[in-house]
């Protein structure tokens, strides 16, 4: 590990202030994911910005029926969280078919959002990654691809978005709420918050370098049955081949977004129209225009096998 200077911070915008007058400097909560990568020197910030003692870290109703999320709040508590589990239970789900009982205890919900890729070529740093190093090459273009996307790839990046919790987000419409240094704050709808790869696989969000996520925001409950299923190598403490996070009303319509298939929370609403007709009408709309590799055609049936159990499962 590189060493790195730090500091504690006490309001949101100090944070965001305090990452922009440090170039290099990087925001740390629960750091389940950013120290493992500062140890392989795949992350070597020149400073790190405590936001743990910031009021961050409550769940609360918003005046339109739907939730604020803390971007503090520990992954344990908010897939336990009776209204959660009520309104938004596809959340929940997701929440706990990730990681282990300790890792969610300590992760957060803006780390969670943030996360980056499980790629093997990635995390090797004797093998090329533009995503790691911008330029040097992919070196899972030609190699071994079985985790890796199938849709929404580019010439300089096939990796993977390795959270569930953004899968659920996104067939949730949340919305992620920020702050700058000036105070100035926005609002990002999840569709616009992740980036496909492009030729800049390694820029991932919508997020400046300096702005701080300070919040979460669901709207009002969606009904219908929720369903999150996730395949995958080990029945727990592994990432998803292919997860299906579903919402389905009784009218046969409903919401899907895919994990494990792109370098995104993968949804289209155009395809949810064909939710009714079943799996195959809307994985052929889902995911037209995939390209997949020898080792990972499997995802296109398996993905549309697993919309259709969650289909089966919500008509039960």
């Known amino acids: ?48 910005v405590d936001v743990n ?12 029926g739907g939730l604020r999320i803390g971007a503090l709040v520990r992954n344990t508590d908010l897939a336990a969280d009776p209204r959660v589990r009520r309104d938004h239970a596809v959340l929940s789900r997701a929440l706990l078919s990730g990681a282990s009982g300790q890792l969610r205890n300590k992760a957060t919900t803006a780390g969670n959002l943030l996360q980056r890729t499980r790629c093997a070529y ?18 899972a273009i030609g190699g071994i691809t079985r985790q890796h996307a199938v849709i929404g790839a580019s010439h300089a990046c096939i990796a993977t978005h390795p959270s569930d919790m953004a899968v659920a987000m996104r067939v949730l419409d949340a919305s992620i709420e920020t702050v700058r240094p000036d105070g100035a704050r926005r609002v990002i709808p999840i ?4 980036r496909l790869p492009g030729d800049t696989p390694h820029i991932e969000t919508a997020l400046a370098q300096d702005e701080l996520i300070t919040s979460v925001t669901l709207p009002k409950p969606a009904g219908g049955t929720h369903i999150y299923r996730k395949v995958r190598d080990r029945a727990s403490y592994a990432f998803a081949l292919v997860s299906v996070a579903a919402i389905v009303q009784r009218d046969g319509s409903g919401r899907v977004a895919l994990g ?15 939710m009714p007709r079943g799996a195959p009408a809307v994985m052929a ?8 590799t020898d080792d990972n055609a499997f995802k296109l049936l398996l993905a549309e096998r697993s919309l259709a159990a969650a289909l ?4 039960t």
């Open 260 to 274: 494990g298939v792109a370098h995104k929370p993968w949804r289209m609403e155009a395809a949810e129209a064909a």
């Open 191 to 194: 569709a616009d918050f992740y």
């Open 312 to 315: 089966l499962q919500a008509r």
């Open 53 to 64: 003692g910031l009021a961050v870290d409550k769940i609360e109703a918003t005046p339109e």
């Open 285 to 292: 709309q889902l995911l037209a225009g995939a390209q997949p």
């Open 122 to 139: 990635f995390y090797d740093t004797d093998q090329p990654c533009n995503k790691r190093l911008p330029g040097s090459g992919c070196s």
């Open 1 to 48: 590990m590189k060493p790195f200077t730090y500091e504690r911070v006490t309001s949101p915008a100090e944070a965001a202030a305090a990452v922009a007058r440090h170039p290099g400097a990087k925001f740390i909560a629960g750091g389940t994911n950013l120290l493992d990568l500062m140890k392989l020197q795949i992350e070597a910030p020149t400073h790190l």
